[in-house]
């Protein structure tokens, strides 16, 4: 007994079908048989065809899923390093703040000696 996948393979190709069609078909087939038949082939057919364009449409879905990811990755990367630089950015300006702060109340408690 033929293989699931081969007998699909053989459905696909249309010279086959016209010759088993052709060799199955004698006088005593009647018209409602040959369109079950027919009808079969075509569903048979039509859902191969859905299938492949189902995967080709995942396939490429998955693809674009990754790219995106590896891209959501990378800008992730470039946002810590900016936070990173936002961060020795702001560290900086507390101490320049510190500092600053240092200097008013040295000057206050030298006015205030002096006065």
Same mark, same amino acid.
Do not use: C, P
């Given at each position: 007994?033929?293989?699931?996948?081969?007998?699909?393979?053989?459905?696909?190709?249309?010279?086959? &079908?016209? *010759?088993? %069609?052709?060799? @199955?078909?004698?006088?005593?087939?009647?018209?409602?048989?040959? $369109?079950? /038949? +027919?009808?079969?082939?075509?569903?048979?057919?039509s859902m191969?065809?859905?299938?492949?364009?189902?995967?080709?449409?995942?396939?490429? &879905?998955? *693809?674009? %899923?990754?790219? @995106?990811?590896?891209?959501?990755?990378?800008?992730l990367s470039? $946002?810590? /390093? +900016?936070?990173?630089?936002?961060?020795?950015?702001?560290?900086?300006?507390?101490?320049?703040?510190?500092?600053?702060?240092?200097?008013?109340?040295?000057?206050? %408690?030298?006015? @205030?000696?002096?006065?």
């Open positions: 007994m033929a293989q699931r996948s081969e007998i699909l393979r053989e459905w696909s190709n249309e010279e086959y &079908l016209r *010759e088993f %069609i052709a060799e @199955a078909r004698t006088q005593q087939t009647d018209d409602i048989s040959q $369109a079950r /038949v +027919a009808s079969s082939i075509h569903l048979a057919q191969a065809r859905s299938a492949d364009l189902m995967a080709t449409t995942l396939n490429g &879905l998955g *693809e674009e %899923i990754r790219d @995106a990811l590896a891209t959501h990755g990378q800008e470039k $946002a810590a /390093v +900016a936070a990173n630089q936002q961060a020795k950015g702001l560290k900086i300006a507390t101490w320049g703040l510190v500092l600053a702060t240092l200097a008013l109340a040295l000057t206050q %408690i030298v006015r @205030a000696i002096a006065a």
